[in-house]
């Protein structure tokens, strides 16, 4: 006897048993739509910073905001309205309405992105779990995912507060922050719903070794994304723009001059390339170990196949982060490079996820 088309066999005198697999293949179809949406939300923020649009909107309106303005008069409003910020009166003076425009539709399309995604997680997830799809122990983790999605708008407001006021760009600190907070997201989401793919037999007991490493890949790939957020907030990538020589030197002179020191890594774009750099190289040796190793310890298995994918994925970003150094960051190698962060970041976790055991199945 069926019941929705998702319930199984049943017992005498006992309530169908729900197909689980079932369940669990449409919440990981629904995540995986939420996954691609967050991608979409990094390159398009990207975006925004590349073409100066961040602070083109310079007031937060949740519910009113998804409304553009529409005709002459609310669009000179908007216009009035940005240019009595600095980015404005130092960079743009004399932009027309038209050139706004441009810039306006970047970060508008960003903020309607981000409100669109909490629409198609929450919808789903009110109607999955009131039909009973979504096991118990599922909803809390759902919830908290849900939870720092509606954080990580309230820090992307944050983010550009620190723009409108003293600064003609948002601060570093905050940009790089609102960048990981958005990869927390997708790292979170992946890795929900790689728990739930169906145990297909792997052999995770020979495959406990290559946990520790699979571990501080996800960690330096986390490391190596927050630098680059704090190279883009200083424009770090238009400056040194040979490799793999940098100002001359392999180790160029000045680097960590700041005082105090530790201002350096943060502060001085010097410094903070030489360490996006350095990054890359132990992210990328560190996944040529871990191919490696499990190439030796489990050959012909899926960690090893994964593992082999990772480190030709870090390869290819590597090689597009060296092109777009090298060319002065174009736009469209920039976003590229930030796409395949996401990506590898998404094969990350989505390896290491897959070397325990699925998520039991629960009521």
């Known amino acids: 006897m069926a019941m929705d088309g998702l319930a199984t066999k049943t017992t005498a005198g006992q309530a169908p048993v729900r197909d689980r697999q079932r369940d669990r293949a449409l919440i990981r179809l629904w995540l995986g739509a939420v996954i691609l949406m967050v991608i979409a939300m990094i390159v398009v923020g990207g975006a925004t910073r590349l073409t100066g649009s961040g602070l083109s909107i310079t007031e937060w309106k949740p519910i009113h905001g998804v409304i553009p303005p529409i005709g002459d008069v609310e669009w000179q409003e908007e216009f009035a309205k940005y240019q009595q910020i600095p980015q404005y009166e130092i960079v743009n003076k004399g932009m027309t309405v038209d050139e706004f425009e441009q810039i306006f539709w970047w970060e508008w399309g960003h903020r309607l992105l981000g409100r669109l995604i909490g629409v198609v997680f929450f919808v789903p997830f009110v109607l999955l779990w009131m039909t009973g799809r979504i096991e118990r122990r599922l909803v809390p983790r759902l919830l908290g995912l849900f939870a720092l999605g509606g954080l990580q708008g309230a820090i992307g407001w944050w983010m550009v507060t620190s723009g409108l006021v003293n600064r003609i760009s948002v601060s570093q600190y905050r ?189």
Not at 198 to 213: F, I, Q, V, Y
Request: charged content about 10%.
């Open 175 to 363: 940009l790089a922050i609102h960048l990981i907070i958005a990869c927390f997201i997708l790292g979170a989401a992946v890795w929900i719903s790689r728990g739930l793919v169906p145990d297909r037999g792997e052999n995770r007991k020979n495959s406990a070794p290559l946990k520790g490493m699979a571990t501080f890949l996800v960690v330096v790939v986390f490391l190596q994304i927050f630098l680059g957020g704090l190279v883009a907030g200083l424009k770090a990538g238009l400056t040194y723009n040979t490799w793999p020589l940098m100002a001359g030197n392999i180790i160029p002179s000045g680097v960590f001059d700041y005082d105090p020191a530790w201002r350096s890594v943060f502060e001085d774009v010097m410094t903070v390339q030489f360490d996006h750099r350095v990054v890359a190289y132990l992210l990328f040796i560190a996944a040529m170990i871990h191919a490696f190793q499990a190439w030796k310890l489990v050959p012909r298995t899926p960690a090893a196949r994964r593992a082999r994918h990772l480190a030709l994925l870090v390869t290819a970003q590597a090689g597009i982060g060296i092109a777009t150094l090298v060319a002065v960051v174009p736009l469209d190698l920039a976003l590229l490079h930030q796409f395949g962060a996401a990506v590898v970041l998404w094969a990350a976790v989505a390896h290491r996820r897959a070397l325990n055991q699925p998520t039991p199945i629960t009521a």
